[in-house]
C-alpha cells in the first residue's frame, strides 16, 4: 500500500461538469491549505503535502484508524487525518516528529511510517477508488500536527485490542 504520489490516478485530461466540479474544489483546497501555512504542491496527479525533517506520517488500516483518531480526540490530540479510499481503505495520521525517530523503534506491523523525502496526498486527490477525504480535516485552530510518539502509542494499543 503506497500512500504517496503512486496511489492517484492519471486520468488525463478532465472534461465534463462533475470534473469542472473537482478541479474548483481542488482550487479552493489549495488555496486553503496555502492560508493553513502548508506547503503543497500540486501536480497533475493532485495536492500533496511535502514531509520535511520535523514532519512525519502514520498509515494504518480504517478499523485501527478510527480507534486512534478517537482516543486522540479524548485526549485533545487529534490532528489532521486523511482517508485513502480503496478495498482496503487507510487512515493518514500527518504528526510531528518532536525527536528523532529512532532506528529501532518499532511499530505495529499494521502501521507504516511515512518520513521525508515522502510527500502526502491530500483531498480531493483522486484516487482510481475515488477522491481522498479528510477523517479529521485540518482548521485554523487545529492545522497542528501531533507528535508522533502519541498517534504511535495509541495505534499500539489499538492494534493489540484488535487481535
Known sequence: MSIT?????????????????????????????RLLGWKVSVTEQGVFLPLGPATTALAMPARIGSRVLAD???RMLA???TVIPGPREHWIFLAELV????????????????????RIALPPTMTRYGSLRWANPPS??????????????????AVAKDR
Do not use: M
Not at 5 to 33: K, M, S, V, W
Open 99 to 118: 525527536a528523532l525517530l529512532p532506528t529501532h523503534l518499532k511499530a505495529p506491523a499494521e502501521v507504516q511510517f511515512v518520513r521525508s523525502p515522502q
Open 140 to 157: 485554523h485552530s487545529r492545522h497542528w500536527f501531533p507528535p508522533f510518539t502519541a498517534v504511535l502509542a495509541l495505534a499500539r494499543t
Open 72 to 74: 486522540l480526540k479524548a
Open 5 to 33: 504520489a503512486a496511489t492517484t490516478a492519471d486520468n488525463g485530461p478532465r472534461f465534463g461538469p462533475r470534473d469542472r466540479a473537482h478541479q474548483q474544489a481542488l482550487g479552493e483546497a489549495i488555496a486553503g491549505y
Open 79 to 81: 490532528g489532521p487525518v
